[in-house]
């Protein structure tokens, strides 16, 4: 789950603090919540980063504003000691936009009426370090640069897509995009490590061109650590009336007056096709056609869709033999296809051991594999019986609902209580769309009523904003609970779902006996 910056917060006057923690340096200090920190000593702070940089210090003066006032709070405290401050939001100057126009950007698939935030095209360095969020690198400056290497940034997550300059430039929809195996090579010149990802688009940046992408970020081991590939997402929204589903169709979306970014400059779109020995963008001609491979023309009116269950198990099937030679050569697999692709093409997911660490976890990259993992070190928790009949029901998306079926199952055999597992049809994105943490609150509210009463309801975590306060629709759990009359907890692995059915059966003073399996 990636980040989501609320620029209601994102001031340019430093960071508001929202805590400081009893008995800390900062408690001692006299400095409250509400105060903002502008500066430390003569440096002022941007975000959280220079704030962790700057406070390691034993000596500091920290410059606030409280009000309208302006205090210096000079500071004395062993070398490394934590002030004992929390912030609103980890970012306390602009934040860095996306001046990309990708075919497949989420952010250009939804509808007007969301919170604003929502609609936010990040592609900030900072929050890559901070939270793992995936960035392109194509909006950095020489002294973003130059700050990458001084705090030493490590490790960032960086969106390639294809490594072939020219495809990288249709795949990010304009013509100015950087070389990003340049950039990925300076970073490891700075001792950045990098982890990197590829939305693999049917047609487009699958097959051979998967593969030459796979070779040239290999190549670049160990600074780059690992490369996952995930399919393309598009909902009902991506394309509207009789316009046709292609990609220019798609990036031109981006050029509408709700998607100009007003802080970068407007680049044109492009001709229909590029050939595949035309040189880079001369000076003072912006014009980048479409690139051609093999002879065959990549060109605007590709289609842009998702992948079918034989196209998912073919770019498994081309990615597992990497995996194998990589795991012999580096003693890890490097390369890893989405969970996503292994559901789609109804494939088992691949053993533990295979995802090395589970370094692309957030990204749905092992999680499936995981839970299922999880599940079996935490079943013998779950109560063998309980003395008042109990019914929960466990609500999820429908690419997830063949995962959690048998944990229901097994739910549903403990003695007086009925489980049923609901997949939820994703229809106000579309059918396409079926991963669980797309789901809206609307969407949960209207399919479950006819699956009521019942005396819990558990949804995934992932369908809730990063503060777990709130659906994409802006539904809250408590909304969500009193519309459907019924208790509502939030589940992000088995453990939580074994809590839920353990603190439901202990409100009926169940038999204290655990199953054995």
């Known amino acids: 789950m990636e980040y ?4 209601d917060n994102i001031k340019g006057n430093g960071g508001f603090i929202t805590k400081v923690i009893p ?3 900062a408690a001692e200090l006299g400095i409250h919540v509400g105060d903002r920190l502008v500066a430390i000593d003569d440096q002022l702070m941007r975000d959280v980063i220079d704030y962790r940089f700057a406070s390691t210090e034993p000596k500091l003066a920290l410059h606030l504003l409280r009000g309208e006032q302006h205090l210096v709070v000079p500071v004395a405290k062993d070398i490394d000691a934590d002030l004992g401050l929390e912030f609103s939001e980890p970012l306390w100057d602009r934040l860095r936009t996306c001046n990309n ?6 952010l250009t698939q939804m509808p ?6 929502l609609y936010l095209k990040d592609d900030d360095y900072r929050l890559s370090f901070l939270y793992g969020n995936f960035v392109t690198l194509t909006n950095l400056k020489e002294e973003d640069w130059q700050r990458i290497d001084k705090q030493r940034l490590t490790p960032m997550y960086v969106s390639v897509h294809a490594t072939d300059r020219y495809l990288r430039a249709v795949l990010l929809g304009k013509p100015d995009v950087p070389d990003v195996i340049a950039d990925i090579k300076r970073l490891g010149e700075m001792g950045i490590e990098v982890h990197t990802q590829f939305v693999v688009c049917p047609g487009l940046n699958d097959g051979t061109v ?14 780059v650590q690992t490369i996952a ?35 970068w400059e407007r680049q044109p779109l492009w001709n229909d096709t590029l050939q595949l020995n035309s040189p880079l963008v001369p000076s003072g001609q912006p014009d980048l056609g479409f690139c051609a491979r093999s002879g065959t023309n990549i060109t605007t009116n590709i289609p842009l869709r ?6 998912a198990a073919a770019v498994i099937a081309l990615l597992e033999p990497y995996q194998h030679r990589f795991r012999k050569q580096l003693g890890y697999g490097l390369v890893y296809p989405s969970d996503e692709f292994y559901l789609v093409a109804e494939q088992p997911l691949p053993p533990a051991y295979m995802y090395d660490g589970y370094d692309q976890l957030e990204n749905g990259v092992g999680m499936v594999r995981k839970f299922q993992d999880d599940w079996e070190l935490v079943r013998h928790k779950l109560p063998i019986r309980t003395r008042a009949s109990k019914r929960i029901v466990v609500a999820t998306g429908t690419l997830a609902a063949p995962v959690l079926r048998p944990l229901v199952e097994r739910i549903d ?3 007086g209580v009925e489980a049923e597992l609901v997949p939820i049809r994703n229809d106000f994105f579309g059918e396409t769309v079926t991963v669980a943490g797309l789901l809206t609150g609307g969407d949960v509210v209207a399919q479950l009523r006819e699956h009521l009463p019942a005396d819990l309801l558990v949804l995934p975590r992932v369908m809730f904003d990063f503060a777990a306060e709130r659906t994409i629709d802006e539904y809250s759990l408590n909304r969500i609970s009193a519309e459907l009359g019924v208790p509502v907890v939030l589940g992000r692995d088995p453990d939580d779902l074994v809590k839920a059915v353990r603190g439901l059966v202990r409100s009926s003073q169940p038999v204290l006996e655990l199953a054995a399996a």
């Not at 989501?4 to 620029?7: A, C, K, M, R, V």
């Not at 992408?213 to 600074?223: R, T």
């Not at 991506?238 to 007003?262: C, L, M, N, Y």
């Not at 998702?306 to 196209?311: D, L, N």
């Open 101 to 106: 126009k990708c075919p497949f950007c989420f």
């Open 112 to 117: 007007k009426g969301f919170r604003k935030t």
């Open 413 to 415: 055999r403990i003695a």
């Open 229 to 263: 590939a995930v399919p393309v997402g598009l909902t009902k929204f991506r394309f509207t009336g009789k316009a046709p589903q292609s990609i220019k169709a798609a990036i031109q979306v981006h050029e509408t007056s709700d998607w100009i970014d007003t802080n």
């Open 306 to 311: 998702t992948f079918r269950p034989e196209e």
């Open 4 to 7: 989501q910056p609320n620029l």
């Open 23 to 25: 008995g800390s340096v």
């Open 210 to 223: 998967l593969q030459e992408s796979i070779e040239a970020l290999a190549a670049l081991h160990p600074v």
